[in-house]
């Protein structure tokens, strides 16, 4: 998966107008501007590698004699001590990249983290992680990218995707059946149509509306495992809400086809990744 590149340069142009200003007084009043340098990317953990081409472009950006020689890609293993890259340029260059640099390769290389464990933890049942829209603004892209390298998979981008009737939606329609009736009169057909469902009552009645989705939000692992049952393949069963490294293998067990994970992209911690000059 390639991101778009005017995508990727509009998030770091951001980032580094929001960084440097217009002048990095740390660098730029203590280096000579001709002065080179190399420096490299070090992993400090254990983990997933996810988002280098970010961090470099970063760095391409500031300066166009940059190089680098990369020893990891993206969706690579990682272990403490491991030099991920060696970049060479203009020292003001590396110095000035180097937080927005860091801060987009450590949250990336953080879900990718998070999402292989995740997945890891569901290891022989059917399924599959995915990320949800709760994102930071402006980086879905590469959030939800992360979390595919991660071994993941996405959720809907955006509002557009498909039509999510979440608890507010069917509280202000009235019931499932009214917001689904109401959908389908309007909606193309191309557009795929996912209930939240809060008791096994609401999984009965998305069932006999036709939902292709059902979320299973906040359930025990007991209703889950009877809603499975009560559908019989006729609707994919999506488990969210409250879902931990604690809970989610006994989750995957019941059956459901999708264990959907805010806190991958929500609130993941950043993996420990240091730029050093040689």
Known sequence: MKINQFYVDDVIKRAINE????????SALV???QQMSTAVLLSKADGILC????????????????????????GDQLKKGDIIAELTGHTTALLGGERTALNLLQHMSGIATATAKAVSLCAGSKACIADTRKTLPGLRALQKYA?????????RFNLSDAAMLKDNHIDAAGSITNAITRLREKAGHMLKIEVETRNLDEV???LQVGADVIMLDNMSVADMEKAVQMADGKA??????????????????TGVD?????????????????????
């Open 204 to 206: 009965k009645e998305a």
């Open 236 to 253: 994919v069963f999506e488990a969210s809400g409250n879902i931990t490294d604690e809970t989610i293998a006994a989750v995957a067990k």
């Open 31 to 33: 280096i000579d501007e």
């Open 258 to 278: 999708i264990i959907s994970i805010g806190a991958l992209t929500h609130s993941v911690k950043a993996f420990d990744i240091s730029m050093k000059i040689k």
């Open 147 to 155: 979390v595919m390298v991660g071994g993941g998979k996405n959720h």
């Open 19 to 26: 960084d440097i200003n217009y002048i990095d007084v740390s």
């Open 51 to 74: 988002g280098l081409d970010v961090a470099l472009r970063v760095f391409t950006l500031l300066d166009e004699d940059f190089k680098s020689k990369i020893y990891k890609n993206d």
